[in-house]
Nanobody
């Protein structure tokens, strides 16, 4: 059974960095892509970044230059680092994964599996 578990959230200061990790503790099968999404209070969940099994990376324009995604999708692990944190980065960060090819990486409906999320609060 797939079980995505995120770690690394918490309270961080503005200007600092955040590093989150996600692992599939179930290791049922290999994923094609793993990604990160974020949901701020009273806002829709938004795509941040994704990495494929071939290690191609994709970023949302809103975080490009500040966010780095890495990992080994074949081992069902992914990590993200977000730099130059701003209070607007506050929210719940979710790891997501899909076992098959997807056409739009930024479309959350194409991901089959989700972690429970880890809350990040950026203080000014």
């Amino acid at each position: 059974q797939v079980q995505l578990v995120e770690s690394g959230g918490g309270l961080v200061q503005a200007g600092g960095s955040l590093r989150l990790s996600c692992v599939d503790s179930g290791r049922t099968f290999d994923f094609f892509v793993m990604g990160w999404f974020r949901q701020a209070s009273a806002k829709e969940r938004e795509f941040l970044a994704a990495i494929t099994w071939s290690r191609r990376t994709f970023y949302a324009e809103s975080v490009k230059g500040r966010l780095s995604i890495s990992g080994y999708v074949a081992n069902n692990t992914v990590t993200m680092q977000l730099n130059s944190l701003q209070p607007e980065d506050t929210g719940v960060y979710y790891c997501a994964a899909a076992p098959g090819t997807i056409t739009r990486l930024e479309n959350e409906s194409e991901y089959n599996y989700w972690g429970q999320g880890t809350r990040v609060t950026v203080s000014s």
